[in-house]
């Protein structure tokens, strides 16, 4: 199959605390392509960052996230969470057709 | 920056209605996608398309027709609305296949009474 699994449900964290969404993935194709879509209140989904190498970490506006075949995931850090990073964010993947495979997404709430 | 527009922006209809969907995309971006969206369930492709007159299934195609009229519009047909398909429906595109960036557009908020 070609899923996605994402940490789930809601994650609060403390504004300054580390940030860590789970992201992994099942697939049949040697070559997964991995995506982060984040999705403010009241707002559409947007990328925030992809990766189609093996090891290699890609970063983007503070987060970071790099893709490992070995253990089939794709995780979303970031150093210090913000007020502002309070959003659904979304894993999604290369599916068997031409098109993406989203994760349920994981609402990530961040309080003083 | 991609442009994707979405008609109506809330919709309200009653079990049995028929409700379409308007999207439209200025950016000559040859794929365009239905999603909705759940709590839940997250992002779930309806259907998608990468050219005018073509049309493929997604991963909860029952109930829904679509078409693609042009490069530009791509449209979501719920001829027999139900209480199920109360949600938010989002159409993106992209310049090319599941490699390539999607551009959301602002999302309908469809309820069916």
């Known amino acids: 199959g070609d899923s996605v699994t994402q940490t789930e449900g809601l994650v609060t964290l403390t504004e300054g605390l580390p940030v860590m969404l789970n992201c992994t993935y099942q697939?049949?194709?040697?070559?997964?392509?991995l995506f982060w879509y984040v999705q403010h209140l009241n707002e559409s989904p947007r990328l925030l960052l992809k990766?189609?190498?093996?090891?290699k970490r890609t970063e983007h506006q503070g987060f970071h996230a790099t893709l490992h075949k070995s253990s089939s995931s794709f995780h979303l850090q970031k150093s210090s969470a913000q007020l502002s990073d309070s959003a659904l964010y979304y894993c999604?993947?290369?599916?068997?057709?031409?098109?993406?495979?989203f994760g349920t997404g994981t609402k990530l709430q961040v309080v003083p | 920056e991609a442009a994707v527009t979405q008609s109506p922006r809330n919709k309200v209809t009653v079990t049995g209605g028929n409700v379409t969907l308007s999207c439209r995309q200025t950016n000559s971006h040859n794929y365009m996608y239905w999603y909705r969206q759940d709590t839940g369930h997250g992002l779930r492709l309806i259907h998608y398309?990468?050219?005018?007159?073509?049309?493929q299934i997604g991963d909860v195609p029952d109930g829904y027709k679509a078409t693609r009229t042009t490069q530009e519009d791509f449209f979501l047909l719920l001829e027999l609305a139900s209480p199920s398909q109360t949600s938010l429906y989002f159409c993106?595109?992209?310049?090319?296949?599941?490699?390539?960036?999607?551009?959301f557009g602002p999302g309908t908020r469809l309820t069916v009474l």
């Open positions: 990766s189609f190498t093996d090891n």
């Open positions: 999604a993947r290369r599916g068997s057709g031409t098109y993406q495979r």
């Open positions: 697939t049949i194709y040697s070559n997964p392509f």
């Open positions: 398309s990468y050219g005018a007159g073509n049309l």
């Open positions: 993106a595109s992209s310049d090319g296949d599941w490699g390539w960036e999607q551009y």
